[in-house]
């Protein structure tokens, strides 16, 4: 009975402190946890007043290059953005208009050029019908992107970029891009909430026209 108590008595302390460590690591995973889902509800909450935001300024009525100015003013601090723009596909008059382009701090004049051209990303979209998501400066002149004259004079580069059609029956009516320095800057996430800006501001630019045809 001696020799088997004994041996109970040394083994408890290990247990005790086995079940200690078991126990701090159930605990510093559940932290973890509990910070991660703070974190998306953060995320989220973002995402919601973001939304919000675009929904009480993006009104019918206003031009495309209204729309377009409001929808930066909304995202471009939340979203960080380093460049922002919108362009109106004239598909008559073979026109690739930008009419609003944010870059390097303040709006700048950016050229119209041929739609047949297909010369940029843009054009990849539009043609695409589809939203196109480039995370890496290689990626991007892999794909054709274009430097604009700021950009070759500053060697200031964004490295994501991400185009959303507007619209696009029978063909887009333009695209609004979201351009960060960072690379693969976009989560999914984050691109479904532009997505869902540009619908907002493609249903703007739709119903403006009805009015405008009745």
Not at 28 to 45: M, Y
Request: hydrophobic share 35%.
């Amino acid at each position: 009975m001696g020799l088997f108590g004994g041996k109970s008595r040394d083994q408890e302390p290990i247990g005790r402190d086995d079940r200690l460590h078991q126990l701090e690591a159930e605990n510093r995973a559940l932290k973890s946890r509990l910070e991660e889902t703070q974190e998306l509800v953060r995320h989220l909450d973002e995402d919601r007043d973001l939304l919000l935001g675009a929904i009480e300024r993006l009104q019918p009525g206003l031009s495309p290059k209204e729309l377009g100015a409001a929808l930066l003013e909304v995202c471009f601090k939340p979203l960080g953005l380093a460049c922002f723009y919108v362009a109106l596909a004239d598909w008559d008059r073979d026109q690739l208009e930008f009419v609003l382009y944010h870059e390097g701090g303040r709006v700048r004049q950016h050229p119209s050029r041929k739609l047949s051209d297909r010369a940029g990303l843009s054009e990849r979209v539009l043609s695409s019908r589809r939203a196109i998501y480039i995370r890496t400066l290689e990626e991007g002149s892999a794909a054709g992107s274009l430097l604009t004259a700021a950009e070759q004079a500053t060697g200031l580069i964004p490295h994501s970029w991400y185009g959303v059609p507007l619209g696009g029956e029978p063909r887009p009516a333009g695209l609004v891009s979201f351009q960060s320095f960072q690379t693969d800057a976009f989560s999914e996430r984050r691109r479904r909430v532009m997505d869902a800006l540009a619908a907002l501001m493609s249903t703007c630019m739709c119903t403006q026209e009805m009015v405008q045809r009745h």
